[in-house]
Protein backbone atom coordinates (compact mmCIF):
# COMPACT_ATOMS: atom_id res chain seq x y z
CA UNK A 1 0.00 0.00 0.00
CA UNK A 2 1.30 3.19 -0.96
CA UNK A 3 2.37 5.50 2.10
CA UNK A 4 0.02 8.73 0.50
CA UNK A 5 -2.95 6.06 0.69
CA UNK A 6 -1.95 4.69 4.19
CA UNK A 7 -2.45 7.99 5.48
CA UNK A 8 -5.64 9.09 3.91
CA UNK A 9 -6.90 5.96 5.50
CA UNK A 10 -5.14 6.56 8.82
CA UNK A 11 -6.83 10.26 8.76
CA UNK A 12 -10.35 8.61 8.02
CA UNK A 13 -10.18 6.69 10.66
CA UNK A 14 -8.88 8.81 13.24
CA UNK A 15 -11.83 11.67 12.23
CA UNK A 16 -14.44 8.57 12.37
CA UNK A 17 -13.09 7.87 15.79
CA UNK A 18 -15.46 9.40 18.91
CA UNK A 19 -14.50 12.43 20.44
CA UNK A 20 -11.08 12.08 22.48
CA UNK A 21 -10.66 8.73 21.63
CA UNK A 22 -6.80 7.39 21.28
CA UNK A 23 -6.43 5.40 18.02
CA UNK A 24 -3.57 3.38 18.86
CA UNK A 25 0.20 2.85 17.05
CA UNK A 26 -0.16 -0.95 17.81
CA UNK A 27 -3.81 -1.43 16.83
CA UNK A 28 -3.36 0.51 13.37
CA UNK A 29 0.21 -1.45 12.66
CA UNK A 30 -2.12 -4.98 12.95
CA UNK A 31 -4.53 -3.64 10.97
CA UNK A 32 -2.64 -2.22 8.01
CA UNK A 33 -0.19 -5.00 8.63
CA UNK A 34 3.01 -2.85 8.86
CA UNK A 35 5.46 -1.84 11.73
CA UNK A 36 4.38 0.20 14.46
CA UNK A 37 7.57 2.33 13.55
CA UNK A 38 5.87 2.99 10.38
CA UNK A 39 2.77 3.85 11.61
CA UNK A 40 4.17 6.36 13.86
CA UNK A 41 6.37 7.99 10.67
CA UNK A 42 2.91 8.45 9.45
CA UNK A 43 1.88 9.93 12.68
CA UNK A 44 4.60 12.38 12.41
CA UNK A 45 3.49 13.53 9.05
CA UNK A 46 -0.37 14.05 9.64
CA UNK A 47 0.85 15.93 12.80
CA UNK A 48 3.52 17.88 11.32
CA UNK A 49 0.25 18.67 8.47
CA UNK A 50 -1.55 19.95 11.60
CA UNK A 51 -4.17 17.09 10.80
CA UNK A 52 -3.92 15.18 14.02
CA UNK A 53 -2.48 15.38 17.51
CA UNK A 54 0.68 12.76 18.68
CA UNK A 55 0.34 11.05 22.14
CA UNK A 56 2.18 8.63 23.92
CA UNK A 57 1.03 5.51 22.30
CA UNK A 58 -1.40 6.79 19.51
CA UNK A 59 -2.86 9.60 18.30
CA UNK A 60 -6.30 11.58 17.92
CA UNK A 61 -7.95 14.09 15.46
CA UNK A 62 -6.34 17.57 16.40
CA UNK A 63 -9.54 19.62 18.01
CA UNK A 64 -10.64 22.75 16.27
CA UNK A 65 -10.03 25.80 18.11
CA UNK A 66 -12.40 27.20 19.88
CA UNK A 67 -13.42 30.93 17.98
CA UNK A 68 -12.58 33.65 19.60
CA UNK A 69 -14.95 35.98 21.32
CA UNK A 70 -14.95 39.09 19.60
CA UNK A 71 -18.27 40.68 20.37
CA UNK A 72 -21.73 40.24 21.46
CA UNK A 73 -25.50 40.42 20.72
CA UNK A 74 -28.47 41.03 22.79
CA UNK A 75 -32.08 39.76 22.08
CA UNK A 76 -35.53 40.76 22.43
CA UNK A 77 -38.09 38.53 22.21
CA UNK A 78 -41.88 39.96 21.76
CA UNK A 79 -43.26 36.91 23.53
CA UNK A 80 -43.91 38.42 27.28
CA UNK A 81 -43.50 35.69 30.18
CA UNK A 82 -42.46 32.27 28.71
CA UNK A 83 -39.14 32.99 26.93
CA UNK A 84 -37.76 29.52 27.44
CA UNK A 85 -41.22 27.64 26.78
CA UNK A 86 -42.35 29.32 23.12
CA UNK A 87 -41.74 26.65 20.57
CA UNK A 88 -41.38 29.06 17.42
CA UNK A 89 -38.76 31.27 18.88
CA UNK A 90 -36.76 28.60 20.84
CA UNK A 91 -36.28 27.35 17.56
CA UNK A 92 -35.33 30.56 15.81
CA UNK A 93 -33.19 31.42 18.54
CA UNK A 94 -31.23 28.22 17.92
CA UNK A 95 -30.62 29.44 14.70
CA UNK A 96 -29.20 32.71 16.09
CA UNK A 97 -27.06 30.77 18.76
CA UNK A 98 -25.58 28.68 15.77
CA UNK A 99 -24.80 31.49 13.28
CA UNK A 100 -23.30 34.08 15.80
CA UNK A 101 -20.70 31.14 17.18
CA UNK A 102 -19.94 30.60 13.66
CA UNK A 103 -19.05 34.36 13.78
CA UNK A 104 -17.11 34.38 16.90
CA UNK A 105 -19.92 36.46 19.13
CA UNK A 106 -22.46 35.47 21.67
CA UNK A 107 -26.05 36.65 23.23
CA UNK A 108 -25.21 39.24 26.20
CA UNK A 109 -28.87 38.68 27.23
CA UNK A 110 -32.17 37.35 26.22
CA UNK A 111 -35.62 39.41 27.22
CA UNK A 112 -38.47 39.86 26.68
CA UNK A 113 -41.15 43.02 26.23
CA UNK A 114 -42.29 41.67 30.07
CA UNK A 115 -38.48 42.86 31.45
CA UNK A 116 -38.48 46.05 29.41
CA UNK A 117 -41.76 47.25 30.58
CA UNK A 118 -41.00 50.84 31.80
CA UNK A 119 -37.71 53.05 30.67
CA UNK A 120 -36.18 52.62 34.01
CA UNK A 121 -35.64 49.02 33.07
CA UNK A 122 -34.79 49.26 29.60
CA UNK A 123 -32.01 51.67 30.90
CA UNK A 124 -30.73 48.98 33.13
CA UNK A 125 -30.49 46.64 30.34
CA UNK A 126 -28.50 49.26 28.59
CA UNK A 127 -26.05 50.12 31.50
CA UNK A 128 -25.39 46.43 32.29
CA UNK A 129 -24.28 45.28 29.10
CA UNK A 130 -22.47 46.02 26.27
CA UNK A 131 -23.77 45.23 23.18
CA UNK A 132 -22.74 45.61 19.10
CA UNK A 133 -26.13 44.42 18.12
CA UNK A 134 -29.66 44.08 18.90
CA UNK A 135 -31.97 41.36 17.73
CA UNK A 136 -35.60 41.96 18.04
CA UNK A 137 -37.76 39.01 17.25
CA UNK A 138 -41.26 39.50 17.00
CA UNK A 139 -43.82 41.90 16.13
CA UNK A 140 -45.08 44.89 18.90
CA UNK A 141 -41.60 46.18 19.04
CA UNK A 142 -41.60 49.49 18.23
CA UNK A 143 -42.02 51.49 20.52
CA UNK A 144 -39.25 49.71 22.84
CA UNK A 145 -37.09 50.13 19.74
CA UNK A 146 -37.51 53.59 19.25
CA UNK A 147 -36.51 54.10 22.96
CA UNK A 148 -33.76 51.61 22.90
CA UNK A 149 -32.19 53.34 19.42
CA UNK A 150 -32.29 57.00 21.34
CA UNK A 151 -30.40 55.45 24.57
CA UNK A 152 -27.65 53.75 22.27
CA UNK A 153 -24.50 56.34 21.87
CA UNK A 154 -23.64 55.75 19.06
CA UNK A 155 -26.24 53.61 17.99
CA UNK A 156 -25.75 50.07 17.53
CA UNK A 157 -27.07 48.07 14.48
CA UNK A 158 -30.56 46.54 14.43
CA UNK A 159 -32.65 43.27 13.25
CA UNK A 160 -35.51 42.82 13.16
CA UNK A 161 -38.50 40.47 12.43
CA UNK A 162 -41.23 42.84 12.61
CA UNK A 163 -43.25 43.29 9.14
CA UNK A 164 -44.72 46.56 10.13
CA UNK A 165 -42.24 49.30 11.84
CA UNK A 166 -41.42 52.46 10.33
CA UNK A 167 -38.10 52.56 11.53
CA UNK A 168 -34.54 51.88 9.10
CA UNK A 169 -33.51 48.38 9.97
CA UNK A 170 -32.45 44.79 8.13
CA UNK A 171 -35.77 42.83 8.49
CA UNK A 172 -35.99 38.92 8.34
CA UNK A 173 -39.71 37.78 7.54
CA UNK A 174 -41.73 34.70 6.30
CA UNK A 175 -43.74 34.55 3.70
CA UNK A 176 -46.60 35.06 6.06
CA UNK A 177 -49.40 35.98 3.10
CA UNK A 178 -48.28 33.40 0.84
CA UNK A 179 -48.71 30.65 3.28
CA UNK A 180 -51.93 31.66 4.34
CA UNK A 181 -53.40 31.74 0.81
CA UNK A 182 -52.35 27.97 0.25
CA UNK A 183 -54.08 27.33 3.56
CA UNK A 184 -57.24 29.20 2.40
CA UNK A 185 -57.05 27.74 -1.26
CA UNK A 186 -56.68 23.84 0.35
CA UNK A 187 -59.81 24.35 2.68
CA UNK A 188 -61.68 25.49 -0.18
CA UNK A 189 -60.51 22.76 -2.25
CA UNK A 190 -61.66 20.28 0.32
CA UNK A 191 -65.16 22.11 0.74
CA UNK A 192 -65.21 24.45 3.17
CA UNK A 193 -66.81 27.70 2.66
CA UNK A 194 -66.92 29.37 5.73
CA UNK A 195 -63.75 30.24 7.14
CA UNK A 196 -63.11 31.90 10.80
CA UNK A 197 -59.73 33.29 11.15
CA UNK A 198 -58.60 33.45 14.75
CA UNK A 199 -55.22 35.61 16.01
CA UNK A 200 -53.53 38.08 17.93
CA UNK A 201 -52.96 40.63 15.91
CA UNK A 202 -53.51 42.31 11.93
CA UNK A 203 -50.30 41.25 10.65
CA UNK A 204 -49.28 39.36 7.25
CA UNK A 205 -51.09 36.06 8.21
CA UNK A 206 -54.28 38.10 8.44
CA UNK A 207 -53.66 40.03 4.87
CA UNK A 208 -52.90 36.61 3.42
CA UNK A 209 -56.28 34.99 4.92
CA UNK A 210 -58.55 37.98 3.30
CA UNK A 211 -56.57 37.52 -0.22
CA UNK A 212 -57.19 34.33 -0.28
CA UNK A 213 -61.04 34.85 0.07
CA UNK A 214 -60.73 37.42 -2.54
CA UNK A 215 -58.87 35.40 -4.65
CA UNK A 216 -61.77 32.91 -4.08
CA UNK A 217 -64.84 35.63 -4.45
CA UNK A 218 -65.58 34.15 -1.34
CA UNK A 219 -67.38 37.02 1.10
CA UNK A 220 -65.25 38.89 4.01
CA UNK A 221 -67.13 38.99 6.80
CA UNK A 222 -65.75 40.55 10.29
CA UNK A 223 -67.43 38.14 12.06
CA UNK A 224 -65.39 35.27 11.28
CA UNK A 225 -62.12 37.53 11.91
CA UNK A 226 -61.58 37.20 16.19
CA UNK A 227 -58.35 39.49 16.42
CA UNK A 228 -57.65 39.13 20.04
CA UNK A 229 -55.77 40.36 22.76
CA UNK A 230 -53.55 38.57 24.05
CA UNK A 231 -52.89 37.82 27.25
CA UNK A 232 -49.95 38.10 29.68
CA UNK A 233 -47.54 35.45 27.70
CA UNK A 234 -48.51 36.31 23.81
CA UNK A 235 -49.66 33.89 21.64
CA UNK A 236 -50.94 30.98 24.12
CA UNK A 237 -53.19 28.17 23.54
CA UNK A 238 -55.90 29.97 25.52
CA UNK A 239 -56.07 32.96 22.98
CA UNK A 240 -57.15 30.21 20.83
CA UNK A 241 -59.71 28.74 22.88
CA UNK A 242 -61.45 32.41 23.34
CA UNK A 243 -61.38 32.58 19.29
CA UNK A 244 -62.87 28.81 18.84
CA UNK A 245 -65.68 30.03 21.45
CA UNK A 246 -66.62 33.36 19.82
CA UNK A 247 -66.66 31.83 16.27
CA UNK A 248 -68.97 28.81 17.10
CA UNK A 249 -71.35 31.38 18.93
CA UNK A 250 -72.13 32.53 15.85
CA UNK A 251 -74.89 31.98 13.15
CA UNK A 252 -74.35 29.88 11.00
CA UNK A 253 -70.91 28.64 12.49
CA UNK A 254 -68.05 28.58 10.62
CA UNK A 255 -67.03 24.93 8.72
CA UNK A 256 -63.30 25.81 9.37
CA UNK A 257 -61.25 27.62 11.83
CA UNK A 258 -57.55 28.91 10.40
CA UNK A 259 -55.84 29.96 13.22
CA UNK A 260 -52.55 32.46 12.84
CA UNK A 261 -50.02 30.05 14.61
CA UNK A 262 -50.03 26.64 15.87
CA UNK A 263 -50.26 27.54 19.61
CA UNK A 264 -53.54 29.14 18.93
CA UNK A 265 -54.74 25.78 16.88
CA UNK A 266 -53.97 23.50 19.85
CA UNK A 267 -56.67 25.45 21.87
CA UNK A 268 -59.30 26.21 19.29
CA UNK A 269 -59.08 21.83 18.97
CA UNK A 270 -58.91 21.68 22.55
CA UNK A 271 -61.77 23.94 23.12
CA UNK A 272 -63.75 22.44 20.30
CA UNK A 273 -62.93 18.89 21.56
CA UNK A 274 -64.47 19.65 25.27
CA UNK A 275 -67.83 21.11 23.98
CA UNK A 276 -68.45 17.92 21.67
CA UNK A 277 -67.01 18.78 18.04
CA UNK A 278 -65.15 16.42 16.09
CA UNK A 279 -61.90 17.57 14.21
CA UNK A 280 -61.92 17.59 11.63
CA UNK A 281 -65.46 15.95 11.07
CA UNK A 282 -67.74 18.35 12.32
CA UNK A 283 -64.88 21.62 11.90
CA UNK A 284 -61.78 22.02 10.18
CA UNK A 285 -58.37 23.36 11.77
CA UNK A 286 -55.49 24.88 10.75
CA UNK A 287 -52.70 26.36 12.26
CA UNK A 288 -49.63 27.80 10.82
CA UNK A 289 -45.57 27.58 12.11
CA UNK A 290 -45.20 23.72 12.10
CA UNK A 291 -43.67 23.50 15.79
CA UNK A 292 -42.86 20.22 16.82
CA UNK A 293 -46.00 19.57 18.55
CA UNK A 294 -48.26 20.41 15.99
CA UNK A 295 -47.95 16.32 14.19
CA UNK A 296 -48.77 15.06 17.49
CA UNK A 297 -51.82 16.78 18.38
CA UNK A 298 -55.39 14.95 17.76
CA UNK A 299 -56.10 15.09 14.80
CA UNK A 300 -52.39 16.04 13.80
CA UNK A 301 -52.69 19.42 12.65
CA UNK A 302 -52.99 21.04 9.10
CA UNK A 303 -50.39 23.99 9.32
CA UNK A 304 -47.28 25.92 7.56
CA UNK A 305 -43.99 25.08 7.74
CA UNK A 306 -41.95 28.21 8.31
CA UNK A 307 -38.12 27.72 8.30
CA UNK A 308 -37.64 28.84 11.89
CA UNK A 309 -33.59 28.06 12.40
CA UNK A 310 -33.30 29.48 8.96
CA UNK A 311 -34.63 32.65 10.05
CA UNK A 312 -32.51 32.85 13.16
CA UNK A 313 -29.96 32.07 11.66
CA UNK A 314 -29.91 34.80 8.91
CA UNK A 315 -31.36 37.55 11.26
CA UNK A 316 -27.52 36.57 12.74
CA UNK A 317 -25.75 37.09 9.57
CA UNK A 318 -26.96 39.87 8.87
CA UNK A 319 -26.55 41.32 12.57
CA UNK A 320 -22.67 40.38 11.64
CA UNK A 321 -22.74 41.98 8.43
CA UNK A 322 -23.85 45.33 9.47
CA UNK A 323 -21.53 45.61 12.29
CA UNK A 324 -18.67 44.89 10.07
CA UNK A 325 -20.11 47.32 7.49
CA UNK A 326 -22.61 49.77 9.10
CA UNK A 327 -23.10 51.54 6.08
CA UNK A 328 -24.38 48.66 3.56
CA UNK A 329 -27.68 48.51 2.53
CA UNK A 330 -30.88 47.48 4.52
CA UNK A 331 -32.24 44.11 3.00
CA UNK A 332 -35.47 42.95 3.69
CA UNK A 333 -35.21 38.58 3.17
CA UNK A 334 -38.39 36.95 3.17
CA UNK A 335 -38.13 33.40 3.77
CA UNK A 336 -40.21 30.51 2.12
CA UNK A 337 -42.78 28.79 3.81
CA UNK A 338 -44.80 25.91 2.34
CA UNK A 339 -48.10 23.96 2.99
CA UNK A 340 -47.85 20.82 5.32
CA UNK A 341 -50.99 18.83 5.07
CA UNK A 342 -52.08 16.34 8.08
CA UNK A 343 -55.60 15.22 8.97
CA UNK A 344 -57.17 17.70 11.29
CA UNK A 345 -58.50 19.98 7.63
CA UNK A 346 -60.67 17.07 7.12
CA UNK A 347 -58.34 15.88 3.61
CA UNK A 348 -58.37 11.83 2.80
CA UNK A 349 -54.66 10.94 3.24
CA UNK A 350 -55.26 7.36 3.37
Not at 146 to 154: E, I
Not at 257 to 286: H, K, Y
Request: net charge neutral; proline share 5%.
Amino acid sequence: MKKSIRQRMILERVQAAVAQELLSTKELAAHFDVSEATIRRDFKALAEAGLIQRQYGGAQLTPAPAPAIVGQVGIILSTRIDKYRDPFYNMVLEGVDRALERHGYQFAFVKTLHEIDSPAKARHLLETFRIDGLILLGTDLIDRIRYLRDQFSPVVPIVTTDDKHDIEDDVILFDGAKGMRALVAHLVSLGHRRLGFVSGNVDIRHAGYCQGLAALDLPQNDGLRQILEPGPSGWTPDLGERGARKLMAREPRPDAIVCASDRLAIGAMGWLQRNGFRVPEDIAVTGFDNIPDAQFTFSPLTTVNVHKGLMGELAAERLVQRIEKPDSRYLKIITPVSLVIRQSCGADLQ
